[in-house]
Structures are given as C-alpha cells and as structure tokens.
T-cell receptor, first 114, second 113 residues
Framework: DSGVTQTPKHLITATGQRVTLRCSPR?????VYWYQQSLDQGLQFLIQ???????AKGNILERFSAQQFPDLHSELNLSSLELGDSALYFC?????????????FGPGTRLTVL | DAKTTQPTSMDCAEGRAANLPCNHS???????VYWYRQIHSQGPQYIIH???NNETNEMASLIITEDRKSSTLILPHATLRDTAVYYC??????????????FGKGTKLSVKP
C-alpha cells in the first residue's frame, strides 16, 4: 500500500460525458502527478500540481483539466469523452516537487468509455 | 532525458536471481538511473535508483557500469510475485519543477515455478 488513494476504482461511461477522478496523496506530500496508461501509448505524464499550483504539463488534452485543493487532494476532470480516452489513470505523489523525489503511485482508476 | 533500451521480455525460474539489463548509452553525468515496476495494471512501484555507485535495498540491487552506459537490476531470489513489467528510467538532475517520469515499454519479467 503506497498511501495514495484513488477513487473510483472503475468508471464506465458513454461518449460525450464528463467524469471526475479523485486522488488523495500520501500524508505530508505536496505534489501530485497524473498519468494515463492506454494499451497503445503506455504510461504518459499528463499534469503535475504542487501545493495547489499547476507546475508542469505533459500530453494533456484540452478536454482534460485538473486542480489541487487546499487539503492537497487532486481531481482530474475529463470531458467530451471519446472511446480513445478509455485507459487506466494513475496519480502519484511526492513530498516536494523536485526531480529526485520518489513518486508513490495510487492503485489507479480504470475508465471505460462506451 | 536520455533514452533507455530494455529487452521486451525475460523469463526467470523461481528462487533464482533475475538480472534485468538496461542500456542508456547517451546518459549524461547528472542523470540518475531509476527502476520502477508495474504488477499487472497496478500502480507502478519504485524499486531503486542510483547515480554511479552500485546500490542495494531490501528489494533489489542496482549495478551501474563504470562508464554509466548500462545498468542491471538484480532481484536476488525471484518469486512468482515479482512477475511484472520493469521500467528503467533515466532522470535529469536539475533544479527545477519538472519531476515527471518518462516511461518506456519496459521488460516483462515472467517468473516461472
């Protein structure tokens, strides 16, 4: 158990819909990273937040957005969903925002878009 | 970040040492070698990291060649629970805010009874 929690575990929805994935970092961790893992693309970095502020962006679509709240949990919002958005979504947390911090991953949310 | 090359898959007998190679011939002096693994659709799990010296922890050992162009992750006594995809990742050492991991395809290790 990494100490990072993600909800829900599974999500099934239809094309065009909007969903919200939630991540609670380990106690004391200030930084949250979001990753997407699809069959054809592998694990891809989406976005990072540190202490409430966006810190880095990766291959995140404009239909996707995220935020980190004062209690440090983070939410990833996916809208206008397409079949290709079906994937595993992981969040990871670190103590700080730096390059050498070990990232602890949550168990993921499996999103299925029908 | 430097590119890494890993074999697509490997087999290992249970109880034997699993040696997973990684080539990172373009690594620069301030880049670290990290290893993570992912057990069947679970979240990736940190294993070990190093700069130039060999490292050992309770999970594994990391051997980095003197020229730092390759490394080997060693699981000393592989068990069936070590069956996973193992990712070798090279990370830059720079002050700044971008700390995301760049995953390649990794090595699928199958530990067999």
């Amino acid at each position: 158990d990494s100490g990072v929690t993600q909800t829900p575990k599974h999500l099934i929805t239809a094309t065009g819909q909007r969903v919200t994935l939630r991540c609670s970092p380990r106690s004391g961790d200030l930084s949250v990273y979001w990753y997407q893992q699809s069959l054809d693309q592998g694990l891809q970095f989406l976005i990072q937040y540190y202490n409430g502020e966006e810190r880095a962006k990766g291959n995140i679509l404009e239909r996707f957005s995220a935020q980190q709240f004062p209690d440090l949990h983070s939410e990833l919002n996916l809208s206008s969903l397409e079949l290709g958005d079906s994937a595993l979504y992981f969040c990871a947390s670190t103590r700080a925002s730096g390059f050498l911090d070990t990232q602890y991953f949550g168990p993921g949310t499996r999103l299925t878009v029908l | 970040d430097a590119k890494t090359t890993q074999p697509t898959s490997m087999d290992c007998a249970e109880g034997r040492a699993a040696n997973l190679p990684c080539n990172h011939s373009t690594i620069s002096g301030n880049e670290y070698v990290y290893w993570y693994r992912q057990i069947h659709s679970q979240g990736p799990q940190y294993i070990i990291h190093g700069l130039k010296n060999n490292e050992t922890n309770e999970m594994a050992s990391l051997i980095i060649t003197e020229d730092r162009k390759s490394s080997t992750l060693i699981l000393p006594h592989a068990t069936l629970r070590d069956t996973a995809v193992y990712y070798c990742i090279v990370r830059k050492n720079y002050g700044g805010s971008q700390g995301n991991l760049i995953f390649g395809k990794g090595t699928k290790l199958s530990v067999k009874p």
